[in-house]
């Protein structure tokens, strides 16, 4: 069983490579996010304040493909995080599961990173995650694609916070400038109170 996940996550990871050698390099967030004191390259389209977010397709902890067009009519917050069995991912996933899905139900609260889906499904059970949704983005690539974030050679998303309204305009964008840090929180609910 193990040889079998194991060979899977190698062709998931290969998949991922070749994938980022055909993505263009995001011209819109160019040299704005860091890690190690050094700048990454992201690769994708981007998004702006005011654009319509691109509907994205990802799978949830089941391998379900789960799109943002799901969400018809309602607003959501999505959370990226490079992996969450790091850190700052951790408390970036655990505080808008405790202190913010319960202050704004009516909002849909999407985390999304690049762990596979059973990787993602230990860590909500293991934190008691379960406000959230998470989403893997392992499968196709094609949230970091379309919003810009997929890290070049690396296979992970950067870490950034939007907020859509109920007609998924993107209301917020932040693009966490250091992907060791957590995000201004204070900022994401302050767009939150906007809607």
Known sequence: MRKVSFLAAVLLATSCFSVSAELSENQLD???????????????????L???APNFKVVNADFTPVSLSE?????????????????ICSLQTKYFNEKVASEYPEVIMLTVSTDLPFAQKRFC??????????????V?????????LLIKDMGLLSRAVFVLDKSHKVLYKQLVANLATEP???AAIAALKTL
């Open 30 to 48: 160019q040299g704005k996010v860091m890690a190690g004191g050094k700048p990454v390259t992201l690769l994708g389209s981007g998004v702006k």
């Open 50 to 52: 005011g654009d319509q």
């Open 71 to 87: 969400f018809e009519g309602k607003a959501v917050l999505i959370s990226v995080v490079p992996s969450l069995d790091t850190g």
């Open 125 to 138: 059970k293991q934190e008691g995650v379960d406000k959230v949704q998470t989403l893997s983005d392992s």
């Open 140 to 148: 196709w690539r094609n949230f970091g694609e379309q919003y810009g």
């Open 184 to 186: 201004d929180y204070d």
